[in-house]
């Protein structure tokens, strides 16, 4: 059964907070492992904040979210923005030996999720993100599985 939960916001580093718990209200439901969903909310994290510092520069724009839950346990994460073509062949994680703060969001996002690819769209970046989920079983009133 797909769900859809689409937000949009203005490209604030505070409004990374919403988009957090939108994630984590959202996996909650479907019984993802509270693990899983601080990675998710992380990567979404990073991969939001770069948005914000290297493709709008601090300009107040905005980012449209869209979470959707497909079967079997699929989590798509679409984040577009509209500012200007992202060089894809400059989109890689850093070097791990190269020990300096920040920078590792990419190598974050690619560990979390399964796939990480900008669509081609007409103004602006879609990034997609997809990720499976190992959902634990339901208990019933006895407390079995």
Do not use: C
């Not at 859809?4 to 580093?13: G, K, Q, R």
């Not at 479907?30 to 290297?54: C, M, P, S, W, Y």
């Amino acid at each position: 059964m797909n769900q859809i939960v689409t937000i949009s916001f203005s490209a604030l580093t505070e409004n990374i907070k919403i988009a957090r718990a939108v994630i984590h209200t959202f996996l909650t439901f479907r019984g993802v492992f509270d693990k899983d969903i601080f990675d998710t909310e992380l990567a979404v994290n990073e991969a939001i904040a770069n948005i914000i510092q290297h493709t709008y520069k601090g300009e107040p724009k905005y980012v449209v979210m869209t979470l959707r839950w497909t079967d079997p346990n699929v989590l798509e994460v679409l984040l577009r923005d509209f500012g200007p073509k992202v060089d894809v062949s400059k989109v890689k994680p850093r070097d791990l030996d190269d020990i300096r703060p920040g920078g590792l969001g990419v190598y974050i996002i690619q560990r979390i999720f399964e796939t990480m690819e900008f669509k081609d769209v007409a103004d602006g970046n879609l990034l997609y993100l997809r990720r499976t989920f190992l959902i634990p079983p339901k208990k019933d009133e006895t407390g079995e599985a």
